[in-house]
Antibody, heavy 122, light 108 residues
Framework: QVQLQESGPGLVKPSQTLSLTCSVSGDSISSADYYWNWIRQPPGKGLEWVGYIYFNGNTYYNPSLGSRLTISLDTAKNHFSLRLSSVTAADTAVYYC??????????????WGQGTLVTVSS | EIVLTQSPGTLSLSPGERATLSCRASQSVSSTYVAWYQQKPGQAPRLLIY???SRATGIPDRFSGSGSGTDFTLTISRLEPEDFAVYYC?????????FGQGTKVEIK
């Protein structure tokens, strides 16, 4: 059974960098079958896809986040990470990691991690 | 970017009633590329439907999906107490994957 678990600081100061890690068990992030994704949800609001990384290090980001976003992976530790720089209060959200098939016709997200709330505040 | 608009924002129904949730896309999406999720408070979204009408593993058959083009529907035939939650549609037919803003199904 595949499980994903987010971890990282729950509080980040404005203008600093938000860093999170998603640990994967029950599957290998070195698999060529999947994209490994970050999705976020501001409190009381809807879902926004943030970006993904592929086993070979290729990434694709939501253009709305511009150059602030970096997603990386550590195959030895079987985890992938998110770094979002120059954060503002608008980046306050629950951040989820999720798996998605590479195949275009199988583009749903499943499974998801439980999510971690990151608050941007001084 | 394909914008998904869900309606209504809130649906107030009683257990045993039928729920019909709508998801409208700003441009045509192949039915192959639409999914639905259920989210309960404090939990991650759970996949219900993919490919517009295929139920995910373990999803009861009271949940069904349909639609094509720009209009998609999630139907819950008879609401059970555990079905009161927020539901999101998602499209994966374009390079930027997007979600609707959600429909809350609440107990009347």
């Amino acid at each position: 059974q595949v499980q994903l678990q987010e971890s990282g600081p729950g509080l980040v100061k404005p203008s600093q960098t938000l860093s999170l890690t998603c640990s994967v068990s029950g599957d290998s992030i070195s698999s060529a079958d999947y994209y490994w994704n970050w999705i976020r949800q501001p409190p009381g609001k809807g879902l926004e896809w943030v970006g993904y990384i592929y086993f070979n290090g290729n990434t694709y980001y939501n253009p709305s986040l511009g150059s602030r976003l970096t997603i990386s992976l550590d195959t030895a530790k079987n985890h992938f990470s998110l770094r979002l720089s120059s954060v503002t209060a608008a980046d306050t959200a629950v951040y989820y990691c999720a798996r998605r098939f590479v195949t275009p016709t199988k583009g749903w997200f499943d499974p998801w991690g439980q999510g971690t709330l990151v608050t941007v505040s001084s | 970017e394909i914008v998904l608009t869900q309606s209504p924002g809130t649906l107030s129904l009683s257990p045993g009633e039928r729920a019909t949730l709508s998801c409208r896309a700003s441009q045509s999406v192949s039915s192959t590329y639409v999914a639905w999720y259920q989210q309960k408070p404090g939990q991650a979204p759970r996949l219900l439907i993919y490919g517009s009408s295929s139920r995910a593993t373990g999803i009861p058959d009271r949940f069904s999906g349909s639609g094509s083009g720009t209009d998609f529907t999630l139907t819950i035939s008879r609401l059970e107490p555990e079905d009161f939650a927020v539901y999101y549609c998602q499209q994966y037919g374009s390079s930027l994957w997007t979600f609707g803003q959600g429909t809350k199904v609440e107990i009347k």
